[in-house]
């Protein structure tokens, strides 16, 4: 009878490419971007806020990097698209959703349309996985995204720098808020619930 060999300590170290090691910084980074938030609301200093927001940011650099390693050594693996997907829930989903909460939106509507907007971003990425070779068609790179790419998120953070930086946070945010059922809502919120709608949708976007 065979018996399997057990696994070496740091067996799966040894297995990592250089683009999976870029993949691991984008999803640091958004992890930093959630510590930033969580200092935030104990804190309230609102430097805080940009340090998040940067994070998210230098996730996107790396993010785009890690694809470029990955073509230039002509080296990429099912692990490595795991880890990019796994590290892309973690920068442009989580990290906006909780970068939205910690700058106003923390009615009981804006929480669902967070999370749901999270869940979408998961399901884009999910969708992408076990669609990415009929997307690339007879060639080896896809060529068109179905739903917008959850990096896309970054215009959302981005709108809350620019809130964070003119003064809009909590009672300020921008487009105040309104009571429904005797729940909170933030108008600005939509903007999430948008931004997820177009992720889990049909439209084809050309990858460039």
Same mark, same amino acid.
């Given at each position: ?10 067996? %799966? ?29 104990? /804190? ?18 790396? =993010? ?23 590290? =892309? ?22 929480? *669902? ?26 060639? =080896? ?7 917008? +790419?959850?990096? /896309? ?5 981005? %709108? ?26 933030? +108008? ?10 177009? %992720?889990?949708?049909? *439209? ?5």
């Amino acid at each position: 009878m065979n018996v399997p060999e057990p696994h070496k300590p740091f067996s %799966m170290i040894r297995e990592f490419q250089l683009a999976d090691w870029f993949t691991l910084a984008n999803a640091v980074c958004g992890t930093g971007a959630l510590f930033s938030m969580l200092t935030y609301l104990q /804190t309230t200093e609102v430097r805080h806020v940009y340090y998040a927001c940067g994070m998210v940011v230098a996730a996107l650099v790396f =993010d785009v990097l890690d694809g470029r390693i990955a073509r230039w050594r002509q080296k990429s693996s099912l692990l490595g698209r795991e880890l990019d997907s796994l590290a =892309d829930v973690i920068s442009f989903g989580v990290a906006p959703a909780v970068i939205a909460y910690g700058c106003g939106m923390q009615g009981l509507y804006d929480r *669902i349309i967070l999370t749901g907007f999270v869940a979408c971003g998961v399901s884009r990425l999910a969708r992408y996985n076990v669609t990415a070779e009929a997307l690339s068609g007879d060639g =080896d790179r896809v060529k068109y995204f179905e739903g917008t +790419p959850i990096p /896309t998120s970054l215009l959302l953070v981005m %709108m809350m720098f620019w809130a964070a930086s003119r003064g809009a946070l909590g009672e300020s945010l921008w487009f105040g808020k309104v009571m429904l059922a005797g729940f909170t809502l933030h +108008p600005l919120v939509l903007l999430f619930a948008v931004s997820g709608s177009l %992720m889990v949708s049909r *439209i084809r976007f050309p990858k460039f």
